[in-house]
């Protein structure tokens, strides 16, 4: 990100706070104006791999002895087995699956096959679509849904979820937030 740490800086991060005895570090990315972590601008082949941030995370294992989690990206029992056996991370985050399908990691014990797969919501608007951040707020109403006590709705309208958060947060609810 403009601005922001080069990769050698993260590594050199990760390494102080892993020697003040931190006890996990989660390796992720993305912001709302830049979203890797809704799978926009991912390669075909860490598509395929299905986590996101694994070769950054193997370098952080060089540097770190420190218990690492990857979240992003990850789709399928097996990639998440593939990469824990890879030896770069030690667990498995997990967001955008969960808020449809809260279920997954019992499924996955069950039968280490099991996949799913998570369509973009689109109003079919493609500035509405920006302009509402529907990549997060979609997945947000599937949160509140839950913290509501209903089940998550994979079928809920785009449409429906734009006019849900205009009318909680007004026009603040399209604008730029931090992670």
């Known amino acids: 990100?403009?601005?922001?740490?080069?990769?050698?800086?993260?590594?050199?991060?990760?390494?102080?706070?892993?020697?003040?005895?931190?006890?996990?570090?989660?390796?992720?990315?993305?912001?709302?104006?830049?979203?890797?972590?809704?799978?926009?601008?991912?390669?075909?082949s860490t598509r395929r791999r299905e986590a996101y941030f694994l070769e950054y995370a193997e370098s952080v294992r060089k540097c770190v002895n420190t218990p690492l989690v990857v979240t992003g990206g990850f789709r399928s029992g097996e990639g998440m087995l593939r990469a824990i056996k890879s030896g770069a991370i030690d667990l498995v985050g997990l967001a955008r699956p969960l808020a449809i399908f809260p279920d997954l990691p019992n499924d996955i014990l069950r039968d280490i096959t099991r996949r799913v797969e998570l369509k973009r919501p689109t109003t079919g608007i493609a500035l509405l679509d920006k302009v509402a951040m529907l990549d997060i707020t979609w997945y947000e109403e599937q949160m509140a849904r839950m913290a509501a006590g209903r089940s998550p709705d994979p079928t809920l309208g785009a449409i429906r979820v734009v006019f849900k958060a205009l009318g909680r947060s007004g026009l603040a609810a399209f604008m730029p937030r931090r992670a």
């Open 1 to 44: 990100m403009k601005g922001g740490f080069t990769e050698g800086e993260s590594l050199d991060v990760v390494t102080a706070i892993a020697a003040e005895g931190i006890d996990l570090i989660e390796v992720s990315g993305g912001t709302y104006e830049s979203s890797v972590m809704t799978g926009h601008g991912v390669k075909g």
